[in-house]
């Protein structure tokens, strides 16, 4: 089994920024997709951004220009730089892995933007 423990969530003023970091532990393989998912309170859970183990990445049109994705991969950590946080960025931010036969799951992290 693969545990993702999540971090950096919080209250933001509009045009903030935040550092979200996932860090995956349990059985040794290798994950070749990380990413992050938000759901907002009556919304589907969405794809904001991921990252494979080569570095390629894929963004949500909403986010692109303001959030980066990185990823240590010695670490099995992702990273999630928020920058020019808006209101409509407020939900659950869960981490996710991806690897053979594995479909992890974080706990999820709330993200606030409000003034």
């Known amino acids: 089994q693969v545990q993702l423990v999540e971090s950096g969530g919080g209250l933001v003023q509009p045009g903030g920024s935040l550092r979200l970091s996932c860090a995956a532990s349990g059985r040794r393989i290798s994950i070749r997709v990380m990413g992050w998912y938000r759901q907002a309170p009556g919304k589907q859970r969405e794809l904001v951004a991921a990252i494979t183990s080569i570095g390629s990445t894929n963004y949500a049109d909403s986010v692109k220009g303001r959030f980066t994705i990185s990823r240590d991969n010695a670490k099995n950590t992702v990273y999630l730089q928020m920058n020019s946080l808006k209101p409509e960025d407020t939900a659950v931010y869960y981490c996710?892995?991806?690897?053979?036969?594995?479909?992890?799951w974080g706990q999820g992290t709330l993200v606030t933007v409000s003034s």
């Open positions: 996710n892995a991806k690897a053979l036969l594995v479909d992890a």
